[in-house]
Structures are given as C-alpha cells and as structure tokens.
T-cell receptor, first 113, second 115 residues
Framework: NAGVTQTPKFRVLKTGQSMTLLCAQD?????MYWYRQDPGMGLRLIHY???????AKGEVPDGYNVSRLKKQNFLLGLESAAPSQTSVYFCASSLFFGGDEQYFGPGTRLTVT | AQTVTQSQPEMSVQEAETVTLSCTYDTSESNYYLFWYKQPPSRQMILVIRQEAYKQQNATENRFSVNFQKAAKSFSLKISDSQLGDTAMYFC????????????FGQGTRLTINP
C-alpha cells in the first residue's frame, strides 16, 4: 500500500515548455486534489476532482489543466510554463466527505527558468 | 469564502516546554471540520489532529491538544512536553461540509524546538 505517490519529485522547465505531473493513489479514494505551496502562503487549491471523469477549478486554476480518466490517477498539466509557476506541488486524496483525512503525496518541486 | 489566519510566522521553544500555536478562521457555516497538519523538513504533510465543530469537547492526541472556541472562531494547538522531532511547519486548515469540502489552509507557523 503506497498511499499517494507523485511523479516526478523534481523538475526544471524553461519558460514556455509543457509538462504533466502524475498523482496516483491506491486507497480507492473518490476525491483528489492538486495544491501548490509557496513561501509564506500555505497551500492553495489548484483543481480538484470528486470522482472519475470529473474535475473542477479551485482557488488558483489559471495556467493549469487536469484530467481524471481513471479513479486512481489525477494528472496536472502545464501547457506553457511561466516563472510564476515555480512552486512545490502537492497531490492529496480523501475517501469521501466530512472529517475524512486528506492524504498527501510527497510533493514535486518545480522550477521554471 | 472561508479564510484561515495563523498570526505567528515563527516560534521557538526549549525541549520539554509547552507551546501553543494560534489559528483563527472565518466562515458562515455552522458545521465544519478543523485540522492541524505538520510538515517536517521532509516536506511530507502529516495530520496531527482534527476537530469536528459540532463537538464541544476539545480533541486530544497524546501530547497534542486543541482549544476550540467556536464563537470566537479560534482553534489553537497545544504541544506538551515538546520534542526535537516536533520541529516543523504547522498548518491550520478548515474544511466545510458543503460542496466539494475543500481544505483551506492558513499561512503556517514555523516551530523550532531547541535542545
């Protein structure tokens, strides 16, 4: 049982390049989330999914796209990376609603030069 | 929209001391959940403790306890007998029960436990 895994752990992009971050969970969770963490700002929600085939915008969605084709995977895409997207990205999942804990992946550190 | 505020960017205490981290939040909902997450240098987010708003009793988990004041919208974390391994960033988070029940995080408090 690996929990929540993220690929890759580190990445450096040049402005304008594209990439996809993969999040996978093996806990059969319905809800999945993508956050970004910037210094002094805590974690902010980018996009989330309440089930396979569904996605919705969070607090800071601009410049990102997501897809949830399989229940266990949640992909975050950057079509044209910008320096403002330099951040640490966290994926999380939870079983359903209410007080259920969100389980976090180890994070991906992305630098855009 | 809900907001969460942690007014202490950094705190530092000696090992074995007790420390309290502050958190306030703003919401119009009457039922919700509150969490404290710990983020050590490894970057992994770890749940420390959770509180359900409809429960008046404060949650406790071993050396960790909360002081939940619903009317004041305050949710502080007390760490007793602090240990070196408690050194980390601590985030307070709010989760409503409406919609997709997203977590809203505070800015974090960097806690250092000194030997």
């Amino acid at each position: 049982n690996a929990g929540v895994t993220q690929t890759p752990k580190f990445r450096v992009l040049k402005t304008g390049q594209s990439m996809t971050l993969l999040c996978a969970q093996d806990m059969n969770h319905e809800y999945m989330y993508w956050y970004r963490q910037d210094p002094g700002m805590g974690l902010r929600l980018i996009h989330y999914s309440v089930g396979e085939g569904t996605t919705a915008k969070g607090e800071v969605p601009d410049g990102y796209n997501v897809s949830r084709l399989k229940k266990q995977n949640f992909l975050l895409g950057l079509e044209s990376a910008a320096p403002s997207q330099t951040s640490v990205y966290f994926c999380a999942s939870s079983l359903f609603f209410g007080g259920d804990e969100q389980y976090f992946g180890p994070g991906t550190r992305l630098t855009v030069t | 929209a809900q907001t969460v505020t942690q007014s202490q960017p950094e705190m530092s205490v000696q090992e074995a001391e007790t420390v309290t981290l502050s958190c306030t939040y703003d919401t119009s909902e009457s039922n919700y959940y509150l969490f404290w997450y710990k983020q050590p240098p490894s970057r992994q987010m770890i749940l420390v403790i959770r509180q359900e708003a409809y429960k008046q009793q404060n949650a406790t988990e071993n050396r960790f306890s909360v002081n939940f004041q619903k009317a004041a919208k305050s949710f502080s974390l007390k760490i007793s007998d602090s240990q070196l391994g408690d050194t980390a960033m601590y985030f307070c988070a709010f989760k409503g029960i409406q919609g997709a029940q997203k977590l809203v995080f505070g800015q974090g408090t960097r806690l250092t436990i000194n030997p």
